[in-house]
């Protein structure tokens, strides 16, 4: 062997070795973005909320003195995309402690791989179905290594019909209100439906039959005609806020009088601003306590780490964006005690997950509402709270503007406590 070829065989080696050594110092994290499909109007502003995270957490020592390596792709709300990152992450080789996931058509594909791999998915889906770990409900494929932050979208959907009962009582309307289900036929929006239904059947509705409509921007003219000539009285938008803005301004037009209830994807305050006076009285679950300024110790943690992307602190961040930093925040702490409990292995991290009892994060105090995961229901909050987008005026102009003029409101309206019916787990 030549003196060269030595050489570069003890480079190789070293090279490998710093590697690994490398490696060894870092916990590998996967995070599925939707940055440029069909949800990517509020994949968007959370994954940013999730990327801004953990750079702050990595700015501020990482976990156990690790720093998180955070693999961050742009998936297009493809589920086979998410399936081949997921491949990657779980390869024995680089595999991850755990992922960021998104939506629920590849969360509900990919969670028989989590079982098997033992890898936690804390997800940006929050169907029902992901909230049964040992699959006792028998309504779901068990489920033991995904996570969500928030009430379930059967739950909120539940709340809202709550609310909306009594909304038609408050009016003193007779007769039987009119409820229909919207969205595409797709497992994000078709998540509640069958919860939904169930439910606005047993408080009196007369459920009608579904309106389909795409998860992208189109013209929904036809949908609003069908939906005014229904007689409706209380519809529920299931797609995220990009789509449900068309129908909001489409039936504006045709002059539908309809209570619409939206989704926790389906409204924001960048839709409000779009959607205008369209979006004025739209009903929403927020899951966090507070929207963005907002009065909470929290709000100053928040306002930190929003700053690892803009330094200037002048951008706006919805609604979205602090749900993702509580979200990034529990996986956090779940790592925490994982690292000092045998390591950060994807097995410890979910344990991490049950370790605490209406848990806030450090520092997030009045932003994230309390929480709790139990290894037999990962149903974190049946507590609901409910908002109404208020429209004043014209929404032209900065986000800011509109907002600190209360141009654009979200108004609570009420908290609704759910029961943890036995016969609603797991749907």
Not at 50 to 78: E, H, I, M, P, R
Not at 279 to 293: H, M
Request: glycine share 10%.
């Amino acid at each position: 062997m030549t003196i060269r070829s030595l050489l570069s065989s003890v480079s190789l080696a070293l090279l490998v070795s710093s590697a690994a050594a490398t490696a060894q110092a870092q916990i590998a994290i996967g995070h599925l973005q939707d940055l440029s499909g069909g949800t990517s109007d509020v994949g968007t502003p959370y994954g940013q909320g999730v990327a801004d995270t953990f750079a702050w957490v990595n700015k501020n020592g990482g976990v156990g003195g690790k720093q998180l390596n955070v693999d961050s792709n742009d998936y297009g709300y493809q589920v086979p995309r998410a399936i081949a990152l997921y491949k990657k992450w779980s390869a024995s080789d680089a595999k991850v402690a755990a992922i960021m996931g998104w939506g629920t058509a590849d969360t509900e594909a990919l969670t028989g791989f989590l079982a098997q791999d033992k890898i936690p998915d804390i997800s940006g889906s929050y169907a029902a179905a992901l909230t049964d770990p040992e699959g006792t409900s028998g309504k779901a494929k068990p489920a033991p290594y995904n996570f969500f932050y928030g009430p379930s979208y059967s739950d909120a959907m539940r709340a809202m019909l709550t609310w909306a009962a009594e909304d038609w009582k408050a009016k003193g309307k007779s007769g039987k209100p009119k409820f229909v289900h919207m969205g595409a036929n797709h497992p994000y929006p078709n998540a509640p439906k069958a919860a939904g239904e169930a439910l606005a059947t047993e408080l009196g509705f007369e459920v009608l039959p579904p309106l389909v409509f795409a998860l992208s921007p189109g013209d929904y003219s036809a949908q609003c005609l069908s939906l005014k000539s229904s007689g409706a009285n209380y519809a529920y938008l299931g797609n995220t806020a990009a789509s449900n803005i068309s129908v909001l301004k489409a039936c504006k037009t045709a002059g539908v009088d309809v209570q619409f209830l939206g989704n926790v994807w389906g409204m924001d305050e960048n839709a409000a601003k779009t959607a205008g006076d369209a979006a004025d009285g739209v009903i929403f679950p927020l899951r966090t306590a507070v929207s963005w300024g907002g009065n909470a110790p929290g709000m100053k943690t928040v306002m930190e780490i929003s700053k690892m992307s803009d330094p200037s602190g002048k951008v706006y961040r919805p609604v979205h964006y602090i749900a993702a930093v509580c979200s990034a925040l529990y996986l956090k702490e779940a790592l925490d005690w994982a690292a000092k409990n045998g390591g950060a292995t994807g097995e410890n991290v979910a344990k991490g997950f049950y370790q605490k009892k209406d848990w806030v994060p450090a520092g997030m105090d009045g932003v994230c509402n309390p929480s709790n995961w139990t290894e037999k229901d990962h149903r974190p909050t049946t507590k609901v709270d409910l908002y109404r987008a208020k429209v004043s005026g014209a929404t032209d102009g900065d986000i800011n503007d509109l907002m600190t003029k209360g141009t654009i409101k979200l108004e609570k309206v009420k908290t609704v406590e759910l029961p943890r019916k036995p016969e609603w787990f797991g749907w």
